[in-house]
């Protein structure tokens, strides 16, 4: 942690806002959430706690997934009835990991960061040519919840018919992935889409509209813990939200000219030094 | 396509949340900022607390847990979390509403899957676990 007389006071959510802007930026157009870059980088640079810094990342996904869930449903692009079951698999979990975040040592909670950074950057590298493999009928459960239905293709001008397997499966998935971002602060959107892609075999658009409204439940039910437990600074997770937000409007604009594949590179190159750093930290180095 | 009428509604309830959320979070962070209104915590002493475990925190800067900020409103430093709880507040709002569709549908197992995550949101709102 960063010895905070290194600058005057104000000037630290100065440069919070500057370096969520460009979180924002990249978090765009490599197509993940800012929470899962915000929080081992903030961490690891910044002279912020762990605990603060975690209950900001929350609140990070949250507004994210606040303001973009309206017009993914409007766009037809996210399906409420799919993520109703999987955000209260993942709520619950998102509060049994906010709970033991808050009761770890920061020791161990730096280590494991380290270690879940690196894994998600693991994940990144070894999905990052994508590849779906669609569900075609649905399990038992999901015929029971009827969770099939259509959504508009606009690159291809079509309407395509969508439906899910292995459900239960899915919401194990999403319970225990609710579990760590609410434990390390940094939302779900990084593995929420495989979740939905790999396993429950979601088209790949649907699946980021979708993760993107089950994100705003579990989060809500985190930050709700993070609230009542104290651990929310005004100053440092305001900043970082405008930051990021206004980021991701830039990198909207950038989408078309930046080639996406080279963004994930640079959001892998990043959260290897973060992951690292966190590692480091946690080793008392 | 058309939208279901239940995702319109959502869609509805969530923007107007967001919107005041936010606008919410934002002005009172400048209040804050700017001591328009005096603080708990003045900012200049802010570096002092946001290095510490939340423990630590809690016992030296005397910082409000639960919903015990309610009590030290109109302190800028607590002003911020009216905004923090009207976004915490927007998808429980939004299950109200879908639960009222879902009852007229006949629809039980949804009517089922909002009241529980009802509870869980309303649990971990009400600060009654520790």
Same mark, same amino acid.
């Given at each position: 942690?960063?010895?905070?007389?290194?600058?005057?006071?104000?000037?630290?959510?100065?440069?919070?806002?500057?370096? $969520?802007?460009?979180?924002?930026?990249?978090?765009?157009?490599?197509?993940?959430?800012?929470?899962?870059?915000?929080?081992?980088?903030?961490?690891?640079?910044?002279?912020?706690?762990?605990?603060?810094?975690?209950?900001?990342?929350?609140?990070?996904?949250?507004?994210?997934?606040?303001?973009?869930?309206?017009?993914?449903?409007?766009?037809?692009?996210?399906?409420?009835?799919?993520?109703?079951?999987?955000?209260?698999?993942?709520?619950?979990?998102?509060?049994?990991?906010?709970?033991?975040?808050?009761?770890?040592?920061?020791?161990?909670?730096?280590?494991?960061?380290?270690?879940?950074?690196?894994?998600?950057?693991?994940?990144?590298?070894? $999905?990052?040519?994508?590849?779906? $493999?669609?569900?075609?009928?649905?399990?038992?459960?999901?015929?029971?919840?009827?969770?099939?239905?259509?959504?508009?293709?606009?690159?291809?001008? $079509?309407? &395509?018919?969508?439906?899910?397997?292995?459900?239960?499966?899915?919401?194990?998935?999403?319970?225990?992935?609710? &579990?760590?971002?609410?434990?390390?602060?940094?939302?779900?959107?990084?593995?929420?889409?495989?979740?939905?892609?790999?396993?429950?075999?979601?088209?790949?658009?649907?699946?980021?509209?979708?993760?993107?409204?089950?994100?705003?439940?579990?989060?809500?039910?985190?930050?709700?813990?993070?609230?009542?437990?104290?651990?929310?600074?005004?100053?440092?997770?305001?900043?970082?939200?405008?930051? &990021?937000?206004?980021?991701?409007?830039?990198?909207?604009?950038?989408?078309?000219?930046?080639?996406?594949?080279?963004?994930?590179?640079?959001?892998?190159?990043?959260?290897?030094?973060?992951?690292?750093?966190?590692?480091?930290?946690?080793?008392?180095? | 396509?058309?939208?279901?009428?239940?995702?319109?509604?959502?869609?509805?309830?969530?923007?107007?949340?967001?919107?005041?959320?936010?606008?919410?979070?934002?002005?009172?962070?400048?209040?804050?900022?700017?001591?328009?209104?005096?603080?708990?915590?003045?900012?200049?002493?802010?570096?002092?607390?946001?290095?510490?475990?939340?423990?630590?925190?809690?016992?030296?800067?005397?910082?409000?847990?639960?919903?015990?900020?309610?009590?030290?409103?109109?302190?800028?430093?607590?002003?911020?979390?009216?905004?923090?709880?009207?976004?915490?507040?927007?998808?429980?709002?939004?299950?109200?509403?879908?639960?009222?569709?879902?009852?007229?549908?006949?629809?039980?197992?949804?009517?089922?899957?909002?009241?529980?995550?009802?509870?869980?949101?309303?649990?971990?709102?009400?600060?009654?676990?520790?």
């Amino acid at each position: 942690m960063l010895d905070p007389s290194l600058l005057p006071w104000w000037a630290w959510p100065l440069l919070l806002f500057a370096v $969520t802007f460009l979180l924002g930026i990249v978090a765009v157009i490599g197509g993940i959430g800012g929470g899962v870059l915000f929080v081992p980088i903030v961490a690891g640079f910044f002279p912020f706690h762990l605990d603060f810094v975690r209950g900001a990342g929350l609140l990070l996904a949250l507004s994210g997934a606040l303001s973009s869930g309206p017009g993914l449903l409007r766009g037809g692009l996210a399906s409420l009835r799919l993520a109703m079951p999987l955000a209260l698999a993942g709520s619950i979990g998102a509060i049994v990991g906010a709970f033991l975040g808050l009761a770890m040592p920061t020791r161990v909670l730096q280590l494991s960061l380290g270690i879940v950074v690196l894994a998600i950057a693991a994940l990144m590298w070894f $999905t990052r040519h994508g590849g779906e $493999t669609l569900a075609r009928t649905p399990d038992r459960w999901a015929a029971a919840l009827g969770l099939s239905g259509r959504y508009p293709e606009a690159s291809q001008g $079509t309407i &395509v018919a969508w439906t899910v397997h292995r459900t239960p499966a899915g919401l194990v998935a999403f319970a225990v992935i609710g &579990v760590i971002g609410g434990m390390f602060g940094l939302g779900a959107g990084w593995a929420n889409v495989p979740a939905l892609t790999l396993l429950m075999g979601l088209p790949l658009k649907l699946a980021v509209g979708t993760s993107g409204l089950t994100m705003s439940i579990m989060n809500t039910s985190a930050a709700w813990v993070y609230l009542n437990e104290g651990a929310l600074l005004p100053i440092l997770h305001v900043p970082s939200i405008l930051g &990021v937000m206004l980021g991701a409007r830039v990198g909207v604009r950038m989408l078309k000219k930046i080639d996406a594949q080279a963004a994930r590179y640079i959001i892998i190159a990043v959260l290897l030094v973060a992951g690292g750093r966190s590692l480091l930290q946690g080793f008392g180095i | 396509m058309t939208m279901e009428r239940h995702e319109k509604a959502y869609a509805r309830w969530l923007a107007i949340g967001a919107r005041i959320g936010f606008a919410a979070l934002v002005a009172s962070f400048f209040i804050y900022m700017f001591g328009i209104i005096p603080p708990g915590i003045a900012v200049t002493d802010l570096p002092h607390y946001w290095g510490l475990p939340v423990a630590q925190y809690l016992a030296q800067a005397h910082a409000p847990t639960g919903w015990s900020w309610v009590h030290r409103l109109p302190q800028s430093d607590v002003l911020n979390f009216v905004g923090v709880a009207i976004l915490g507040a927007t998808s429980i709002a939004c299950y109200f509403r879908l639960i009222v569709d879902y009852i007229r549908e006949k629809d039980w197992l949804y009517v089922w899957i909002c009241l529980a995550q009802i509870v869980v949101l309303v649990v971990a709102a009400s600060g009654l676990l520790h």
